[in-house]
Structure formats: structure tokens, C-alpha cells
């Protein structure tokens, strides 16, 4: 069974700064998707960005950007230059061959002014 | 405009209840699931269901009930067998199902909060 985790229960980071958040993977499948969901304290799920297994390439939006590691079953997100509206929990997802979703178990990320 | 209603925002039940949590799209999504949000435990599924009349059990099923009637709507039963169904649900559709339709992700309702008292 695939298996995502996210080691970092919470985050901090200053305003303008740059962090990294965390997220392995566990899979036999060689095709697949990989995702980050953010969940502000609205608790409205927004998708930030989305990583094809396939594309050697990392996805890239805006100030958002991830670093995926295939054989190392390793997709952190990293955001640039934070902004306050970024606190919220952030969850990496995997969709699997029937196109479900697996997801971690989220990081809270609060940004500091 | 095209999107996921849940209702109600908030829900109470007794001990001993059964409650229904509403889940309607408009977006002609073929696939559509249920969650459950509980603190340090991410979103674990409930049901899924890939097409019309046919629904399948998730990894905590049990306690809960579901049905898939018409395309649109995918409403979820907690059970008086839930015995502790104090949480978030979210529920999610996509365009389908299989790795084809991987791509476009989920799209999510606002959630519904359900606390027994």
C-alpha cells in the first residue's frame, strides 16, 4: 500500500523568507502523481501544485516550487519570499493508479511578521 | 459557477444517532470521495465512489454509510456504529477515476464539522 509522510508536525518562517517542507513518498507504481494541497484556516482545500512522476523537470508557480527526488521518494515544497497569507496546514498528496488520493499528514506553517 | 456543496457547516448528533452530511457537484465529475479530518492524522478516506450506483469502502469505512444515486450527489451517513465521530469531512470529486485523470487532482467542498454531544 502507498504510503505519504510528512515529518514536520509544525513550521515557522519570517515573512519575505524562504522554507522548505518535507514529504516522502512510498510506492511500487512507476506512473503517478504527486501534490501539494494548502488548508488555510478557512479549512478550504486549494491546490498549490502538482508533479507528474514522469517529468524529471520540478513543477514550478510563482513562489511556489518543489524539489522531487524520484528514486529517493522525496517531493518537498519549497515557498519564496513567504507571505502572511501563506499560514496555513499544507498537506502532500499522491494519487495512485485509480486515481485516489493519499495524503500526509500535513505541516502547519505559520509565518511571522 | 461550477463547484462542491457541502452541508451543513456545522452538525450535531446525539449518542445513539445517525446523521447524513450532504456532498453535491455540479461539475459532471464522474469520481467523487469522502474524508475524514482528525488533528495530527491527515485526511484518511471513508468511500469513494467511481460511478453511478457503485461505491467502494476506504481505509475507515466502518461506522459509515454512503450512496450514489445520481451523478451530482454523494451523501454520507455516520452511523450510531461510528463510535467516535467527533471531526472534519471533507468531500472531494474528480473528472474520474484511473491514472488517466490523476492529473487534475481533486476539487474539494468547504467541509462539514460534526460534534456529538
Known amino acids: 500500500a502507498q504510503t505519504v509522510t510528512q515529518s514536520q508536525p509544525e513550521m515557522s518562517v519570517q515573512e519575505a523568507e524562504t522554507v522548505t517542507l518535507s514529504c516522502t513518498y512510498d510506492?511500487?507504481?512507476?506512473?503517478?502523481?504527486l501534490f501539494w494541497y494548502k488548508q488555510p484556516p478557512s479549512r478550504q482545500m486549494i491546490l498549490v501544485i502538482r508533479?507528474?512522476?514522469?517529468?524529471?523537470q520540478n513543477a514550478t508557480e510563482n513562489r511556489f516550487s518543489v524539489n522531487f527526488q524520484k528514486a529517493a521518494k522525496s517531493f518537498s515544497l519549497k515557498i519564496s519570499d513567504s507571505q502572511l497569507g501563506d499560514t496555513a496546514m499544507y498537506f502532500c498528496?499522491?494519487?495512485?493508479?485509480?486515481?485516489?488520493?493519499?495524503f500526509g499528514q500535513g505541516t502547519t506553517l505559520q509565518v511571522k511578521p | 459557477d461550477g463547484g462542491i456543496t457541502q452541508s451543513p457547516k456545522y452538525l450535531f448528533r446525539k449518542e445513539g444517532q445517525n446523521v447524513t452530511l450532504s456532498c453535491e457537484q455540479n461539475l459532471n465529475h464522474d469520481a467523487m470521495y469522502w474524508y475524514r479530518q482528525d488533528p495530527g492524522q491527515g485526511l484518511r478516506l471513508i468511500y469513494y465512489s467511481q460511478i453511478v450506483n457503485d461505491f467502494q469502502k476506504g481505509d475507515i469505512a466502518e461506522g459509515y454509510s454512503v450512496s450514489r444515486e445520481k451523478k451530482e450527489s454523494f451523501p454520507l451517513t455516520v452511523t450510531s456504529a461510528q463510535k467516535n465521530p467527533t471531526a472534519f469531512y471533507l468531500c472531494?470529486?474528480?473528472?474520474?477515476?484511473?491514472?488517466?485523470?490523476?492529473?487534475?487532482?481533486?476539487?474539494f467542498g468547504s467541509g462539514t464539522r460534526l460534534t456529538v454531544v
Open positions: 510506492t511500487s507504481e512507476n506512473n503517478y502523481y
Open positions: 472531494a470529486s474528480s473528472i474520474g477515476s484511473g491514472i488517466t485523470y490523476s492529473n487534475y487532482g481533486y476539487t
Open positions: 498528496a499522491f494519487a495512485d493508479g485509480t486515481g485516489k488520493l493519499i
Open positions: 508533479q507528474e512522476a514522469y517529468k524529471q
